[in-house]
């Protein structure tokens, strides 16, 4: 739905009422001038008359009749409106066929009461569009107050987990420590300062991974079989939501790269082919021990698809592929 302001609302509004009341009133003017005073059985059943007293009707039904509190007096005022519209069709009946027909004068009340309902379902529905647009618009916070949760719990996940990495380097006195508490800054940098933007470049976003990747060499050593696959030089103007890469990321360490086997790999590859952004991580599987006896699909991955429900509902998909030695997933997202 097309999202409009309140100053458009109101002026939409205004010039729907002007209108409206215009025509009534030059309708009403034009018919008095031809009849009054002669004519004037004629000007009181005449269409101009038909149509004010169900404009009015309508408008009293709207701003009026339908607050009230009390269910009787909403019903008196239904009633009373009835018996004027059943005077006005008798009176035409009789103006027109010189006697008064119930079947004729039935169909006169029909018509004015179908044209009373067709003048409040304008005016209905013209109020209407403030509401759907205030709806929309809180509709739209909510989304955003949403995914911006489910992005301030991912950082506390991926600190828990850098944080222990960091604990395990240091119980081995690992001499790159320092290098890996400056890379880790770097990347906090990134989550402080980025992460709370509806949208980054997805050049940030990857120099997040590179830094990633590049303390997880760190902790495993250099001959780790860790690659980070970038294909295509990635442009400025290319915008994403942020921190919504780094899961797969993550989870590929956490639950593919836990040991120093020399068979524990993972591959990371993103690139960009006809307007779609594909990241794939892939890492190897081994047996599980029993401090991982969890299903693979932890808090990471799960905010994550949230998230894509969330930001990218139509234009996302994510897809996990597994064996007995290898776990691939994939994100897919069509840029605009």
Known sequence: MLQLTSKT????????????????????IRSAFNLLPAEW???????SIENLLCALIAYAL????????????????????????LALALLKDYRIHDSIEFEQSFEYFTSFLGQSLLFYSGIYFINRLEFLNRYKKLEKELNQAKEQLLR?????????????????????????TSDYILKLSSM?????????????????????????????KIRFGADARI????????????????????????????????????????????RIENKELRCTVENSVFKKQHFQEKTRDGKGLENLKQRLRLLYP????????TTEETYVSQLTLTLP
Do not use: C
């Not at 609302?9 to 009403?28: D, G, M, W």
């Not at 994403?240 to 836990?258: R, S």
């Open 188 to 216: 906090m940098r990134y989550l402080t300062d980025e992460s709370h933007f509806l949208r980054v470049p997805l050049t940030h976003e990857l120099a997040f991974i590179e830094e990633y990747v590049a303390i997880e």
């Open 152 to 176: 301030n719990q991912l950082h506390p996940h991926f600190l828990f987990n850098a944080f222990n990495s960091l604990y395990s380097l240091s119980l081995k006195n690992h001499p790159d």
């Open 227 to 270: 690659k980070l696959i970038i294909e295509e030089p990635i442009g400025e103007e290319i915008l994403i939501a942020p921190f919504l890469l780094i899961p797969l990321v993550e989870n590929a360490f956490k639950h593919g790269f836990y040991t120093n086997s020399k068979a524990a790999f993972v591959t990371i590859n993103v």
């Open 41 to 47: 059985f004629f000007f009181l059943t005449s269409d």
């Open 314 to 321: 139509k234009s996302s998909h994510i897809s996990i592929t």
């Open 62 to 85: 709207q701003y009026y009749v339908f607050k009230l509190l009390g269910i009787w007096k909403k019903i008196g005022f239904v009633l009373l409106f009835s018996i004027l519209l």
């Open 9 to 28: 609302l109101r002026q939409i509004k205004i010039k729907f009422h002007v209108v409206f009341i215009a025509i009534l009133t030059f309708e009403l």
